[in-house]
């Protein structure tokens, strides 16, 4: 699906490709963390740290991998 004008798809791509490999990553890294923000903002404040992580990561990569397995990664130690 395309919903761009090429005009501003074009403005966006030239500031982009101007910014620095460390401007891009940094922007990428806040805009995660604002994702996780407003994610958890949705779920029981009061829920331990694992059930936490596990929601983020099925709100984030849906059903990708089963909940035993999202379970067994986050409690590998």
């Keep these: ?3 761009t ?3 501003f798809e ?3 791509f030239n500031k982009f490709s101007a910014l620095t490999g ?3 990553l940094k922007m990428a ?3 995660f963390e604002a994702a996780k923000i407003i994610s958890l ?3 029981d404040a009061g829920a ?3 059930s936490k992580k596990i929601f983020l990561l099925r709100r ?3 059903d990708e991998k089963s909940l035993s397995t999202w379970e067994n990664i986050l409690n590998h130690k």
């Design 5 to 7: 004008a090429k005009s």
């Design 60 to 62: 984030f990569y849906g």
């Design 48 to 50: 331990d740290k694992i």
């Design 41 to 43: 903002a949705s779920f």
């Design 29 to 31: 890294v806040e805009s």
């Design 22 to 24: 460390e401007e891009r």
């Design 1 to 3: 699906m395309i919903d």
């Design 10 to 12: 074009d403005i966006y």
